[in-house]
């Protein structure tokens, strides 16, 4: 079973899955007041406003932290979802996505976006969502930095 952490300000709880972190730094290097790894515990969400901190987690990369707004009395309000988007709206407009190919590295999706497990789950990421386009990945089908490993190129 995978290990989850939650940290909260009371507004929105930050929930940090360290076998998924692919220790990217975007984190810390976006957010320090909130995102110290040289401090125990290392996610501080009262030092900073929850905006700030929304949007340093829809950066992260694989999915090791996402977020969930809590009530007034502090339960979730929902779910917890990855990178806090909300459920998918009917299809009353068409929406342009953004896709990169990274040289020599994942596909990155710019957007939101439905993904589909092969065992059925279902999860709706937003911002940046990265994924292994090496097929190396241990965290399939998010990129783990494996490309690196194995000198992908492509």
Known sequence: M???FKYTNGEVTIVWKPDTCIHS????????DVFDPTRRPWIKPEASATDKI????????????????????GAPAETA?????QPTPAPAETLTT???LRPNGPIVVNNECLIKHSDGREE????KVFLCRCGASANKPFCDGTHKKIGFEG
């Open 81 to 85: 979802q990855q990178h806090g988007s």
């Open 54 to 73: 929304i949007a340093q987690v829809r950066h992260c990369p694989s999915g090791a932290l996402s977020y969930f707004m809590n009530t007034a009395e």
């Open 98 to 100: 953004h896709i990169e």
């Open 124 to 127: 709706t990421r937003s911002a």
């Open 2 to 4: 995978q290990k989850t």
């Open 25 to 32: 730094t975007l984190c810390w290097k976006g957010l320090r």
